[in-house]
């Protein structure tokens, strides 16, 4: 099975809570994130509690909350910097990381293309959007801008977004966190570490 490392996109809010959910229980629908039905229908999803899950399974991943996501990118050790490489100047377009395409759009990168950030995280900046675990009225914070964001201040500190939760977006992905932590947040990305997919038949 031939296989690479681009970023998860074109995935609900849902289908990335069902995902943590596999990988906390290899069950879809059992976790952190309860759904009641076997399926991605937002009226079978009953909420989230991270505290019933850990009791059950010990490890569980999750999607990162906004507080988590925004210390894993901007935490600086003594405080917190406007971009994700530790400092307050825009990372460099396709060097650093991935934003500011020209139209029509390349897409998200291979994850690791461009230069590890500061917390040894790469694409915090750019590539995709990520879900956080917030909602917001009736939509969900995502974090980090993406290959469309045409500045460097688009991929600042102070930028979020909102997205319906059903939504499917070529510019959105996710990211997902492991609780508890082993030392500081594991963030295995699937907006930033990728999820494999398939691109042939063995």
Do not use: H
């Amino acid at each position: 099975v031939k296989r690479n490392n681009e970023p998860t996109n074109y995935v609900s809010w849902y289908e990335a809570a069902q995902f943590c959910n596999y990988f906390t229980s290899g069950d879809k629908s059992r976790g952190a994130y309860r759904f009641s039905g076997n399926n991605t229908n937002p009226r079978d999803f009953i909420g989230i509690n991270r505290a019933a899950a850990m009791s059950t399974y010990g490890v569980v991943y999750v999607l990162p909350t906004e507080n988590e996501w925004y210390k894993a990118a901007y935490y600086t050790g003594s405080g917190y910097s406007t971009y994700a490489n530790g400092t307050d100047i825009a990372p460099v377009a396709g060097v650093d990381t991935n934003y500011d395409q020209d139209f029509p759009y390349d897409g998200p990168w291979d994850v690791g293309s461009g230069t590890q950030e500061q917390n040894g995280t790469y694409d915090m900046m750019g590539n995709v959007w990520e879900w956080n675990e917030e909602i917001w009225y009736s939509n969900q914070f995502i974090r980090g801008g993406s290959f469309t964001v045409f500045y460097g201040g688009g991929l600042g500190s102070s930028i979020r977004n909102t997205a319906d939760p059903v939504s499917e977006y070529f510019v959105i992905g996710f990211r997902v966190v492991s609780i508890p932590e082993p030392a500081t947040i594991l963030l295995l990305g699937l907006g930033g570490i990728a999820l494999a997919r398939r691109r042939g038949q063995p």
